[in-house]
Each structure stands twice: as C-alpha cells, then as structure tokens.
C-alpha cells in the first residue's frame, strides 16, 4: 500500500489576542483504496485574561487495515466429538461476496467540541470540554455461519470450501455515537527549587449503537441478526468507552530528584457471555 498526503494549514488571530481562528484540511491518496480528505475548524476566544472557550468541529476517516481486508484463517477445533473447521474469509472471497459484503470501505466520523479554560488563581487551572464523535461503517468481525443451517441461503453456504463447516469475516457494520465531558485541574506550586504538581482528570461518556448495517442475505432472521452482531460484540464495543474514568497524578520535584504517585479509576463493568461492558 503506498499513501500519499497533503495537509494543509492555516492559523488567523481575528482579533488579536482575544480571537483565533484555525482552519486544517488534508488531503490523502491510497494505492489500494482512492481519494479521501479531512478537515477541522477550531476557535478560541479568550473572554477575560483567566477565561478562554474555545470549540471545534471536524471530520475524520480510517481506512480498513491491509489485514481486514485480507487476512483469511481456518482454525481446526473440535466440537461434539468431531473435527470442525472454522474460515476467517477475507473480504475479497467469494463467500463474503455471497453474503453479501461489499468491499470494505473507509471508517468516517464527525466530532464536535465545546469547552472552556479557567485560571482562578495563580498555578491553577481549570478545563471542561464536551464532545460528540458521531462514527459510520465501522470495521468488525461477524460471528460464524453454519454450512449446515438450512435457513441460510444456499447461494451464500455454497460458497463454503468443501472442508469448511462456519464462516465469518469483516464488514462496515456498525454506526455509533459518543457523548462525553472531559474535565482535568491542573495545579503547579514552586518552592525555590522543588516544585509540586497535582493533576486529576476526568471522563464522563456515553456509547451509543446507532445502526447496524445486515446484508440482506443475513437479515431475513433473527438468528441471522444476532450471529452477524451479537449482543457479546456489542458489548465489547461499549466497553471500550466505559461511563467513567478518574486519575490523580502527584508529582514533587527537588532540582535533579523526583516522586511520584499515580492512580486511576473507571466504572465497573457488567459481563455479557465471554465479554463485558460499562
């Protein structure tokens, strides 16, 4: 895969001092996948000389890695007494074409933020900034189809090499939405030469399952459904954002000497299957 970019950039203080405005666009070719852009507008507008907000707004995109769409494995295992054979296809087999998947495309997104910067007193400082990251087309992994479910189409299941009994692959499948505030204070104390420093930062965020896209030829039954996208890798997904996290940080320095003391925090989680969420 050969990639070729163009970013581009360009910062304005509208009012100087008190209003800035930045503009970014990129531009990037792939070998293998075409043409994408991005870009991000971002402002700051400083309200007082211990108040800033500032905000942005931004598009972003991840190609689908050179193993997503390629990478095909049959595991061997055994299950009721008998050899099974289980395929990973890549997305370039005819047994995802036969399920339906087209060709992988780019993961998008939309992020929006909105926050402010406050310094109540000398050292001290104060962030909270909320966003939205709206994704489409995710990248998963479905679950495994049976050659031997006879409610399966049989153009799809004739697709199977013959030593093959389940089969899975990648596909843009899931749309979310994530809505979350970001908040650190941020405290720095100098002694003479010893300085002390105390950090705590925390998330607050919420994942939602906006749509998940079936191919028609496996969205006929329920079954189907929830093989393609379980309830166990819907949970995996959300537990990657779980609904809170904290961390404290303390740190004292003395000339060439440090210490430090760490902790962190985030919300338990409940199991679903092999798998878990927030």
């Excluded at 819907?234 to 440090?258: H, N, Q, R, V």
Aim: charged letters at 25%; hydrophobic letters at 35%; a positive charge.
């Amino acid at each position: 895969r050969d990639l070729h970019s163009f970013p581009t950039r360009r910062s304005s203080d509208l009012e100087p001092e008190t209003w800035l405005l930045d503009i970014a666009v990129r531009f990037e070719n792939y070998s293998d996948f075409g043409f994408v852009s991005t870009s991000k507008l971002a402002t700051r507008v400083k309200l007082a000389d211990n108040f800033n907000i500032r905000g942005s707004v931004s598009s972003g995109f991840r190609a689908p890695s050179l193993a997503q769409i390629h990478f095909s494995n049959t595991l061997t295992s055994f299950s009721g007494g008998q050899l099974v054979q289980s395929l990973i296809a890549p997305n370039t087999s005819t047994v995802a074409r036969a399920a339906g998947i087209p060709e992988l495309k780019e993961e998008t997104s939309v992020n929006g933020s909105l926050g402010f910067s406050w310094k109540p007193v000398s050292g001290l400082t104060f962030t909270l900034d909320g966003y939205v990251v709206k994704v489409e087309d995710r990248v998963v992994l479905s679950g495994l189809f049976s050659k031997d479910d006879p409610t399966l189409d049989p153009s799809f299941t004739s697709q199977f090499p013959a030593d093959v009994s389940t089969a899975q692959f990648f596909a843009n499948a899931v749309n979310t939405t994530n809505v979350g505030l970001d908040i650190v204070a941020d405290y720095t104390k100098k002694f003479g030469k010893n300085t002390l420093k105390i950090l705590l930062a925390g998330n607050l965020q919420h994942l939602k399952i906006d749509k998940i896209n079936i191919p028609s030829v496996l969205n006929d039954t329920k079954l189907h459904q929830k093989t393609f996208y379980s309830d166990r890798e819907e949970a995996f997904i959300k537990a990657s954002a779980p609904k809170s996290k904290f961390s404290l940080g303390l740190d004292y320095t003395m000339d060439k000497l440090g210490f430090g003391a760490h902790s962190g925090s985030r919300s338990e989680e409940r199991r679903v299957g092999k798998e878990c969420r927030s």
